[in-house]
């Protein structure tokens, strides 16, 4: 796991808060290797590394598949969920007090997690996602519980124009007295996607005001497209 460290550490921070703050998502490029995306992928199949498996169009969320990870999690994804956390929530903790939020993340990301699971959150929320052709994601948000971290990660597996066609990364901000504004992106194979939760802080005349945000995923018109989602807090069921 020492080169996924190593990329965590020469990653531009500075960078990354400026655009957190201004946009709300930031991208890493290339954090996991072409055979890192390889292993994920081949291994979901493997029932017996996950708690469980939701077919979408029967929730009305859209057409695929997700999965969500059993405990403990496979150590790719286990250091990249430690080794980024403190990274975020100094962002986060900015974003909170910015909005008058009386709430401070701890520094470590067990210490999240066992507030997490002091509130009955015990349940893993890391998932890998599968789309084929016409599949979708509505938009939504990824709470889980009372307790939850304002930001998440999408790592991309396939590669867009390869792998598949469509299926972009769609973001949606919530504008007073307007409209909402639409983001898309396409995000490469091995690519890590920060982006809020749920808001994030907008400035205005008179202070800091929430703006709230939805995520999902465009029409896939051809191929299959795999990804994976870290979700750093945890879920109730």
Request: hydrophobic share 35%; aromatic share 12%; glycine share 6%.
């Amino acid at each position: 796991m020492q080169h996924i460290i190593q990329k965590i550490q020469n990653t531009d921070w500075d960078n990354i808060t400026e655009r957190m703050h201004q946009n709300g998502y930031a991208i890493i490029p290339g954090l996991l290797a072409n055979e890192d995306c390889e292993a994920l992928k081949a291994a979901y199949p493997d029932s017996n590394a996950y708690r469980k498996t939701v077919v979408m169009e029967r929730y009305i969320f859209g057409f695929g598949e997700y999965k969500y990870f059993n405990y403990p999690l496979p150590a790719i994804i286990q250091t990249i969920r430690e080794n980024i956390y403190p990274h975020l929530a100094c962002i986060a903790n900015v974003w909170f007090k910015n909005l008058h939020i009386n709430r401070q993340f701890p520094e470590a990301h067990a210490a999240l997690l066992k507030e997490c699971h002091n509130n009955k959150q015990e349940k893993a929320t890391v998932l890998i996602l599968k789309y084929g052709k016409g599949g979708f994601n509505t938009l939504h948000q990824d709470l889980y519980g009372d307790i939850y971290f304002p930001m998440q990660i999408v790592l991309m597996l396939s590669e867009p124009g390869k792998d598949f066609t469509g299926g972009e990364f769609l973001l949606t901000q919530q504008v007073p007295r307007a409209q909402s504004k639409a983001i898309v992106m396409n995000p490469r194979k091995g690519d890590a996607l920060i982006f809020t939760t749920n808001f994030k802080p907008e400035k205005s005349t008179k202070g800091y005001y929430r703006a709230n945000m939805k995520h999902g995923v465009s029409e896939v018109q051809h191929g299959s497209r795999y990804t994976l989602g870290i979700i750093f807090h945890d879920a109730l069921s």
